[in-house]
């Protein structure tokens, strides 16, 4: 359940008093806020521990209640929220729709829906006007790009998909004298192998790696609490297991930071080789690098190799897995088995085609006249 919603009212509202926060009166936004809460809660991707998108929904409409204050939900105020967002916020159009609209339209939908019975015949005018007003701000239309194109959305310029000889150039360009770079090394390994989530990797464990015939799968809880196994090669679980080998070398057989059994594989290092201790910038040998440390890592490590146009950003290892095997001749069923997609047009994204409109025409295949 959410915490407690807490909405700027302050005093009592009169009966008679219709200023913009009287509708308050016969509306429950704190029901309203619950019932967004118990919806998202039902949905698989808030099965995970994280719970990633009920924490988006509360952000996003709290963001809302807090902008609107006591004012009446209405198609001008939305379309002022909107344009607050867009202008004021800088925000992209696709973060308004997804991250605030969404959930503000959710909640727009349970506050017009609710029963109300605490008025008099000479209030149902006035509750009916409020909620078609609710009703027509639920219906104002997402604000589109600023930009249109008739480019298919395979291909997006910001996305980066590194070459084979770029991964090469970057792995080679790791020092592997050390522990940090040993880890990074292995990392990077493993993140272009396979193309797990940022938070996938951090979940990896030994007890998650077994062997399976010529290769080792990893199984590791994903998106939406999905365990499928994902294979990785002999030589990458050997950079694993060196990183291992190195980190647990200087610490004695009972210290708790030691990588063993359910312990994620990927521990930070303070300072060069010295390893961190318990408590530092919250630092526990059970959670190990957070997906943002492990993002930090594939960001600077790329830049570091292959200039700041080509630092990668999260999922920008899984797009360039994907391309890679497409370019290798793997097939898309197979890329989208390894991925985990449901729908393999998500995998073609991932893989990324740019049209080529110079050699692409009707023409190639028809001849008319």
């Known amino acids: 359940m959410p915490s407690e919603l807490a909405l700027p009212i302050s005093g009592s509202i009169s009966q008679d008093s219709f200023t913009d926060s009287a509708w308050l009166r016969y509306f429950d936004p704190r029901a309203a806020f619950a019932a967004v809460a118990a919806h998202v809660a039902t949905l698989p991707s808030s099965r995970t521990a994280e719970k990633h998108t009920w924490r988006a929904y509360e952000d996003g409409l709290r963001y809302f209640l807090d902008w609107a204050n006591v004012a009446l939900p209405t198609e ?10 867009l202008t004021t916020r800088n925000l992209k159009p696709t973060t308004v729709s997804s991250k605030y609209l ?5 909640f727009l939908t349970k506050l017009a829906g609710q029963r109300i019975t605490n008025f008099t015949g000479s209030e149902r005018d006035y509750i009916a006007e409020c909620r078609d007003h609710i009703r027509a701000a639920g219906a104002v239309k997402s604000p589109r790009p600023d930009t249109t194109t008739n ?21 080679r360009a790791i020092n592997r004298l050390h522990r940090p770079g ?6 990077l390994h493993v993140a272009f192998s396979t193309g797990l989530r940022l938070a996938e990797l951090q979940r990896i464990t ?10 080792y799968l990893i199984t590791v809880r994903g998106k939406r609490s ?4 994902v294979p990785i090669s002999a030589r990458a679980y050997a950079d694993i297991m060196a990183w291992v080998e190195m980190y647990n070398a200087d610490l004695p057989d009972d210290d708790p930071r030691r990588i063993v059994g359910d312990i994620p594989i990927w521990q930070p290092m303070l300072h060069g080789d010295n390893y961190a201790h ?5 630092f526990t040998p059970l959670r190990g690098l957070s997906p943002q440390g492990i993002r930090d890592i594939i960001e600077r490590t790329t830049r570091a190799a292959l200039g700041d146009s080509l630092a990668l950003a999260a999922h920008d290892t899984r797009r360039t897995a994907a391309a890679i095997a497409h370019d290798a001749g793997m097939s898309i069923p197979d890329i989208q088995k390894l991925l985990r997609h449901k729908d393999a047009a998500v995998t073609l994204r991932y893989i990324g085609t740019k049209p080529d409109y110079d050699t692409s025409t009707l023409a190639n295949y028809v001849q008319f006249g």
Do not use: C, E, K
């Open 226 to 229: 999905n365990v499928d196994p």
């Open 102 to 106: 969404a959930p503000v339209r959710l």
């Open 76 to 85: 001008d105020l939305l379309s002022g929220f909107i344009a607050h967002l």
């Open 182 to 187: 040993l880890r990074d090394y292995a990392l």
């Open 206 to 215: 030994l007890n998650s790696i077994t062997p399976s015939g010529t290769v």
């Open 151 to 171: 480019i298919a959305p395979l291909w997006s310029p910001q996305f980066i998909r590194l070459s084979m000889q770029q991964v090469n150039a970057t792995l």
């Open 278 to 282: 318990n408590g530092v910038n919250g």
